[in-house]
């Protein structure tokens, strides 16, 4: 029997001597690893000693984090597609100074991949799905010997076998999570976009997981998100609070994929929030599908000052095919009338999806300008392994396959060569040029530098980061 007593959990190193890995130092924002934190806080529960390691703020190489690892009795690590290579230097590093641990992975991209991760030799265990209950079921299995065979949502391997996972791993009832355990994170660490906080210190949370829409280009379409699941109007309230009396949170960024899909939850969190004459500044994400006069009103009058939206293109035939369920017009309704409730509106737009043309990329360029958003995030088509997108362009000459394994990715919002993909109709020169006009166009209309002059001149923080951004349009 082996005790499993102290365990530290790694968000990969993508900052050395205070600068990323992968280049980009402009206004990216460094939020909290909630995900760690949420699975820390289910092993505590259980008593078990648990650490945090966010390489997203602390400079250590792959090598000193390996050296760390000494003294602990399991790792855990996390992955998305595209710094999934920064994840896998750590575990090469960690299987030289420590060979003996038990490793676990999990995360988005190796829960599209869980042989992956296995067959290089890089870990014991991979989840495939979410991951607080499958790793409280490997702890238990390791500490009393029970048969793997009996792991829900964990691929393994075992005496040089790999076994696949039984099903994903999926959490029924968030709402039964502890809150997420902020006191093992670098609180003061992180940093929001100061483009898009109005009040400091500012945080975020996350209220649900999954997403109705299934759009063809995102992983919500893998099996353990297809299902929404929310955490209750009191329980947010309840972490509201924590991070208010706590943290001296003033301001709260919601992260759900859409935080305004589920109406009677909102209606439960304005008569909470109102009974405790209880408001706090925060944003949240919605869909264009989403979209209820009556709910903005009221998240209005609890705090909310913007929106943000996945537009994503202005051709009906390039929506479709993303499988966006929305049209033009709806577009054009749905951000007029959250503009005319005096709300903040942010748009998402993305680029160089299958069949897309230059023609195309312009006239949603052009349309980004039309609807007179408040901020626009323009950002390339990256396929994502377990996605509809993805099957689509896999067998394309101009798809790097495997690029995972070849490159780190900076953030699609500023890509810069190679590019992963680019449609046939356009080449990659080309893309990214429409992506710089894109920026250009869209930020340097009058109205977007009055606007930001205006709130540089009451924030220093938003000064520095239009600098940036500035430096970043003029560079290209």
């Keep these: 029997?082996?005790?499993?007593?102290?365990?530290?959990?790694?968000?990969?190193?993508?900052?050395?001597?205070?600068?990323?890995?992968?280049?980009y130092q402009g206004t990216r924002p460094v939020l909290p690893a909630l995900g760690l934190a949420y699975i820390a806080a289910c092993l505590e529960k259980q008593n078990y000693k648990v650490e945090i390691f966010d390489g997203m703020v602390e400079n250590a190489t792959a090598s000193e984090i390996a050296v760390c690892t000494h003294g602990y009795d399991l790792v855990g690590i996390t992955s998305t597609t595209f710094q999934v290579k920064i994840s896998?230097?750590?575990?090469?590093?960690?299987?030289?100074?420590?060979?003996?641990?038990?490793?676990?992975?999990?995360?988005?991209?190796?829960?599209?991949?869980?042989?992956?991760?296995?067959?290089?030799?890089?870990?014991?265990?991979?989840?495939?799905?979410?991951?607080?209950?499958?790793?409280?079921?490997?702890?238990?299995?390791?500490?009393?010997?029970?048969?793997?065979?009996?792991?829900?949502?964990?691929?393994?391997?075992?005496n040089g076998q790999i076994y696949p996972a039984k099903y994903s791993g999926m959490i029924k009832d968030i709402n039964s999570l502890p809150l997420p355990a902020r006191h093992l994170l670098p609180i003061k660490k992180y940093r929001t976009s100061a483009i898009r906080t109005r009040k400091y210190p500012a945080t975020s949370m996350i209220t649900s997981r999954g997403c109705p829409m299934q759009c063809n280009f995102c992983f919500n379409q893998l099996p353990y998100r297809k299902n929404v699941r929310f955490i209750s109007a009191e329980k947010i309230v309840e972490e509201m609070t924590q991070l208010v009396t706590k943290y001296g949170a003033k301001e709260i960024h919601f992260w759900d994929d859409n935080f305004l899909v589920n109406k009677p939850r909102i209606?439960?969190?304005?008569?909470?929030?109102?009974?405790?004459?209880?408001?706090?500044?925060?944003?949240?994400?919605?869909?264009?599908?989403?979209?209820?006069?009556?709910?903005?009103?009221?998240?209005?009058?609890?705090?909310?000052?913007?929106?943000?939206?996945?537009?994503?293109?202005?051709?009906?035939?390039?929506?479709?095919?993303?499988?966006?369920?929305?049209?033009?017009?709806?577009?054009?309704?749905?951000?007029?009338?959250?503009?005319?409730?005096?709300?903040?509106?942010?748009?998402?737009?993305?680029?160089?999806?299958?069949?897309?043309?230059?023609?195309?990329?312009?006239?949603?360029?052009?349309?980004?300008?039309?609807?007179?958003?408040?901020?626009?995030?323009?950002?390339?088509?990256?396929?994502?392994?377990?996605?509809?997108?993805?099957?689509?362009?896999?067998?394309?000459?101009?798809?790097?396959?495997?690029?995972?394994?070849?490159?780190?990715?900076?953030e699609i919002s500023f890509p810069k060569p190679p590019l992963v993909y680019h449609p046939r109709s356009i080449s990659e020169i080309d893309l990214l040029c429409l992506h710089r006009l894109a920026l250009r166009k869209f930020y340097l209309q009058p109205r977007q530098i009055l606007n930001k002059l205006s709130r540089s001149l009451k924030s220093y923080r938003v000064f520095k980061e239009s600098l940036k951004g500035l430096r970043s349009l003029i560079k290209g």
């Design 1 to 23: 029997m082996k005790k499993i007593s102290r365990i530290l959990l790694i968000n990969p190193p993508q900052v050395s001597k205070g600068k990323f890995l992968d280049g």
């Design 267 to 410: 209606d439960r969190l304005f008569a909470i929030m109102q009974s405790k004459k209880m408001k706090i500044s925060f944003d949240c994400e919605g869909t264009i599908n989403s979209f209820d006069p009556e709910v903005l009103k009221k998240i209005k009058k609890i705090g909310c000052y913007s929106v943000s939206y996945g537009i994503e293109s202005v051709n009906q035939r390039i929506l479709d095919l993303m499988g966006k369920k929305t049209s033009i017009e709806q577009i054009r309704l749905v951000v007029k009338e959250t503009k005319k409730l005096g709300l903040d509106v942010r748009g998402y737009f993305l680029f160089g999806f299958p069949t897309e043309t230059k023609e195309d990329v312009l006239e949603t360029i052009n349309f980004s300008k039309e609807l007179k958003l408040t901020d626009a995030t323009f950002s390339l088509f990256v396929p994502l392994p377990g996605t509809k997108a993805y099957e689509m362009v896999k067998d394309e000459p101009e798809f790097m396959k495997d690029y995972w394994d070849k490159i780190i990715l900076s």
């Design 88 to 158: 896998y230097q750590v575990l090469e590093e960690i299987r030289k100074e420590n060979p003996v641990i038990p490793i676990v992975i999990g995360g988005p991209h190796v829960s599209c991949l869980p042989f992956e991760p296995l067959e290089k030799g890089l870990a014991d265990f991979c989840v495939v799905g979410e991951g607080e209950e499958a790793l409280l079921s490997i702890i238990n299995a390791i500490e009393k010997n029970i048969d793997l065979t009996s792991l829900i949502g964990v691929a393994y391997k075992l």
